[in-house]
Each structure stands twice: as structure tokens, then as C-alpha cells.
């Protein structure tokens, strides 16, 4: 059975309740400002049915995270945010080793995930014995109206062992933990996933003359997709198979009447510079242009 209230430190974690919502709308605008998508998701988060977690100190909730299920084993950690006049007294921290406790408590979760832009927050994940699965970069690019050049071709089951060999020698399995990028989460790729999309026609690739596959690639927009909106990305190539994965997604995201799309991609030498080629911009001024991610797994 899952634990339902943690104490850490001189903090009780416990379920977020409604009667919470006061008392965190207070300080919650102090932690990233009015922009903070938790302040547009906190109520819908109160309601799902995921968990949602506060930390509360002296009588006071100062911290939050929220939990969602990517896989069925899997537990990704978002939404982290504490009090600012509590920081230094290594609440955070306290905060941080009780969502993994928590996520980790339940029967069916192996392992708890997370990402992260802060340095702060690196930290903990190392000192909790959270190991790193590598780093992401954020790029931007604008829509592109012409086709990519060869068209893509839907692919198959019957292209799954191209498709393993080429995925083997990509980053997302090389150095990245076998995830990827799903919007602003990273599960880890599986086989029923692959299955999917290929049953879905979601797997694009470039097919040589002689039926070789050279390069693949997925482009998944998010729901009620807007301009500047983060999307699932795979691809894998070699270096011109990889600018030829850009140029797809750039004319994917055309036919979804945006003009401008954003996409995480390993941080990667030969990928940058590949998607720099197709058009694409590393987004330098965003407080998220890197997210490192973590992972923890069950040892019991």
C-alpha cells in the first residue's frame, strides 16, 4: 500500500485538499511569476485523479508537486514549487525525498521520473541517488509550406528490425536512457509504443532506392496545439537523415495551421547541428532551453 502522508525533515507531506487553495495562491506568483503554468492547472490537478502533493510546514502548506502516470509503472514528478520565504532551511530537499518516497511507495511504480532547468534542483536529484538520463535542448522553428525532399513514407511492422537499428545507434538509446522527448515529458520508448505508432501511420521514414531505410521520424502535436506549443518528437538518422527529420516536422506542424512550433531534442552535437541546418533555432532565452532529466528506480 502507498503511503499516504510522509514526514521529512520538519515537513508533513500529505494529498493536496481544496481548502489548501487559499493559502498557495498567496505565494505561489512569488515562485515564477504570473506566467506560472501552475497557476492555470492547480484546480484541474486538485480534481484528477493523479497525485497531488503538499508540504506543510508549522501549519502552513509551503511546497506542491504533482505526479502523472507516463507509463503504467512510471510516475513523472512536475509542478514542484516552494514557499520563497522558507528557502535555505532545506525544506526543498525534504520536499523533493518525500514525492520520491511517495511515487515510489505505490505497488505497481518502478520508477519516478522528472526534468528539470534548475540548478538547484540537479543538485537534489544527485544527492538522492536519482540517476541522470541525460540533457535537452529547446529549439524553435517557424512552419515550412514546401514538402521535405525525399517525401516521407508511412512505415511498417514489417520495417521494425531498420527501425531497432537505427533507434540502437541514435542518442535516445546511445546516451539518453532510451527516452524521448513527449511535449515537457520523457518516458522511456517501448515496443507497444513503436507498435502504435506504426499501426497509426505515425512513423514517417526516408526509404532509399533500395528499400533501406535511412532515416525516421515522429511528430505528434500537442492537443488543441497553438504556436509555440511543445511536441513529441523522435527521429533518428545519420546527419542528413536527422535535417531531413527537421524539415518533416517543420511542414507536420504546417498542416496544423500554426506558424511557429517548439521541440526537444537531445543534446546532441550532430543533432544540433543537423537541425540548424533544417531551420531550426536553439531558443538561448527561454529559462527552459536546457532540461536535464532524472530518473529513480525501485530497489525492492
Request: aromatic fraction near 8%; glycine fraction near 6%.
Amino acid at each position: 500500500m502507498s503511503q499516504s502522508t510522509i514526514y521529512a525533515h520538519d515537513l508533513v507531506v500529505r494529498p493536496a485538499r481544496h481548502d489548501d487553495t487559499d493559502a498557495i495562491m498567496q505565494w505561489l506568483p512569488r515562485v515564477l511569476g504570473e506566467q506560472d503554468y501552475v497557476l492555470e492547472t492547480w484546480h484541474a490537478w486538485l480534481d484528477d485523479d493523479e497525485p497531488l502533493l503538499v508540504g506543510v510546514f508549522e501549519g502552513v502548506p509551503i511546497a506542491i508537486t504533482h505526479m502523472v502516470h507516463i507509463a503504467p509503472d512510471e510516475l513523472w514528478l512536475q509542478g514542484l514549487r516552494l514557499h520563497p520565504d522558507y528557502h535555505g532551511r532545506g525544506l526543498g530537499k525534504a520536499m523533493h525525498e518525500a514525492n520520491l518516497r511517495y511515487a515510489l511507495s505505490h505497488p505497481s511504480i518502478r520508477v519516478a521520473s522528472l526534468a528539470t532547468a534548475n540548478d538547484i534542483v540537479r543538485h537534489l536529484c544527485a544527492e538522492s541517488g536519482m540517476r541522470w538520463c541525460g540533457d535537452w535542448l529547446l529549439y524553435e522553428a517557424e512552419t515550412l509550406s514546401e514538402a521535405p525532399t525525399p517525401t516521407p513514407t508511412h512505415l511498417s511492422v514489417d520495417d521494425l528490425a531498420a527501425i531497432e537499428a537505427l533507434l540502437t545507434a541514435s542518442p535516445h538509446r546511445r546516451t539518453h536512457a532510451n527516452r524521448f522527448a513527449a511535449g515537457w515529458t520523457f518516458p522511456r520508448l517501448r515496443d507497444p509504443l513503436l507498435r502504435e505508432w506504426l499501426a497509426e501511420g505515425r512513423l514517417m521514414g526516408w526509404r532509399e532506392a533500395d528499400g533501406r531505410i535511412r532515416a525516421l521520424v515522429v511528430a505528434i502535436p500537442p492537443p488543441d496545439v497553438e504556436d509555440g506549443d511543445a511536441w513529441t518528437l523522435l527521429a533518428a538518422g545519420d546527419a542528413d537523415g536527422l535535417a531531413w527529420a527537421g524539415h518533416v516536422v517543420r511542414e507536420r506542424a504546417a498542416c496544423e495551421d500554426v506558424q511557429r512550433l517548439v521541440a526537444f531534442i537531445p543534446d546532441n552535437e550532430t543533432w544540433c547541428a543537423a537541425w540548424e541546418d533544417a531551420g531550426w533555432h536553439f531558443k538561448s532565452n527561454s529559462p527552459y532551453k536546457r532540461l536535464s532529466v532524472y530518473e529513480k528506480w525501485r530497489t525492492n
